[in-house]
């Protein structure tokens, strides 16, 4: 069974850096499909932020390109977010998951809320 | 701000049947992109409902089907049950956005 768990800080400063990285257990992410990150405000809907094949190929949400920073470690079976310059806007539920072809998400996370605020 | 447009809200009487509608554009659903469903319930992550428009993951209850047509999708339920009351939201691609994957705006289902 394929499982998913973020982790990182609950708390992030305003005009810092977010950084979350995501586990896989139960698949290797070297095997393919692209891994994604995905993150929902609180009483909000779902927006997507962007994805990274294994090869460390990315696609990022156009709105958050300017600030987002997607990795892969195929050794560690991981792949990250950093997202930079964050403000409160930037509060959320951060998900990660599996993106199969034809761009759907079938393997998601818990979520981990990080808030920011000073 | 989301490309594709859902209802805010549905609701329905236990055993009835509803339906949420999902529509895009020339750029995603229109252009021959599929649309996948996903179902949230409340304090959870979301989970995979339709994909492909129509397909059901394993495990997914037959009361669940998705259709899709020109710019617009639709998922229904029928036989509706208690347990159904969540956020569902639809999703796409749209290629006029950078290889964007889009997400719909979601829709609250209550069971009356």
């Known amino acids: 069974q394929v499982q998913l768990q973020e982790s990182g800080p609950g708390l992030v400063k305003p005009s810092e850096t977010l950084s979350l990285t995501c586990a896989v257990s139960?698949?290797?992410?070297?095997?393919?499909?692209?891994w994604g990150w995905i993150r929902q405000p609180p009483g909000k809907g779902l927006e997507w932020i962007g994805s990274?094949?294994?090869?460390?190929?990315?696609y990022y949400n156009p709105s958050l390109k300017s600030r987002v920073t997607i990795s892969v470690d195929t050794s560690k079976n991981q792949f990250s977010l950093k997202l930079s310059s964050v403000t409160a806007a930037d509060t959320a539920v951060y998900y990660c998951?599996?993106?199969?072809?034809?761009?759907?998400?079938?393997?998601w996370g818990q979520g981990t809320l990080v808030t920011v605020s000073s | 701000q989301s490309v594709l447009t859902q209802p805010p809200s549905v609701s329905g009487a236990p055993g009835q049947r509803v339906t949420i509608s999902c529509t895009g554009s020339?750029?995603?659903?229109?252009?021959?992109?599929?649309v996948h469903w996903y179902q949230q319930l409340p304090g959870t992550a979301p989970k995979l409902l339709i994909y492909?428009?129509?397909n059901r993951p394993s495990g997914v209850p037959d009361r669940f089907s998705g259709s899709k047509s020109g710019t617009s999708a639709s998922l229904a339920i029928t036989g509706l049950q208690a347990e159904d009351e969540a956020d569902y939201y639809c999703?796409?691609?749209?290629?006029?956005?950078?290889?964007?994957?889009?997400f719909g705006t979601g829709t609250k289902v209550t069971v009356l």
């Open positions: 998951a599996r993106e199969k072809r034809h761009y759907y998400f079938d393997y």
């Open positions: 139960g698949y290797s992410i070297s095997s393919g499909y692209y």
């Open positions: 990274i094949y294994h090869s460390g190929s990315t």
């Open positions: 020339s750029s995603n659903i229109g252009a021959g992109y599929d």
């Open positions: 492909g428009n129509s």
């Open positions: 999703q796409s691609y749209d290629s006029s956005l950078s290889g964007s994957r889009v």
